[in-house]
């Protein structure tokens, strides 16, 4: 099997799917290889991120990569968030095919993306914090 069971389940059974009105953060970051858009909305409380939704328009690794990061992040502290890794996202869905793996990078900068948007609105510069936001092209 190309896919594991929890990449499996987390497409056809994502997690977190959505739009959060009045987001604290919103993320939108598209792949111009492949032509996927992942969008990841933030509620943030108390440097704490109490909810979180995402919709993506792409691939089922990507579909299932969104899902987890967002399962991943969801009631844990911005800086736990932003440790958040693209191996951590695979390693958490028992792994992904090589040529998947740009999904993951792609959600993992997604939640960064909402993060910068997070500071950007708060009048924080996001770069010290969050760093760039990086999108591979590559796979
Ligand atoms: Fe591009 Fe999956 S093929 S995100």
């Known amino acids: 099997m190309l896919y594991s069971e929890k990449v499996l389940d987390h497409f056809s059974n994502p997690r977190n799917v959505g739009e959060i009105e009045n987001a604290d953060g919103v993320g939108e970051i598209g792949n111009a290889k492949c032509g996927d858009i992942m969008k990841m909305y933030l509620k943030i409380d108390d440097d704490k991120i109490t909810d979180v939704k995402f919709k993506t328009f792409g691939c089922g690794a ?3 990569t969104s899902s987890m990061a967002t399962e991943l992040i969801k009631g844990k502290s911005i800086d736990d968030a932003l ?3 693209n191996q951590a996202v695979v390693e958490a869905l028992d792994g992904l095919p090589a040529v998947k793996i740009h999904c993951s990078v792609l959600a993992e900068q997604a939640v960064r ?3 910068s948007d ?3 609105k ?3 510069d996001p770069v010290p914090i969050v760093g760039e936001i ?6």
């Open 62 to 64: 990507a579909v299932a």
């Open 118 to 120: 997070y500071y950007t």
């Open 113 to 115: 993306a909402a993060l």
């Open 122 to 124: 708060q009048g924080i």
């Open 134 to 139: 990086k999108v591979p092209e590559e796979e």
């Open 83 to 85: 440790k958040l890794t």
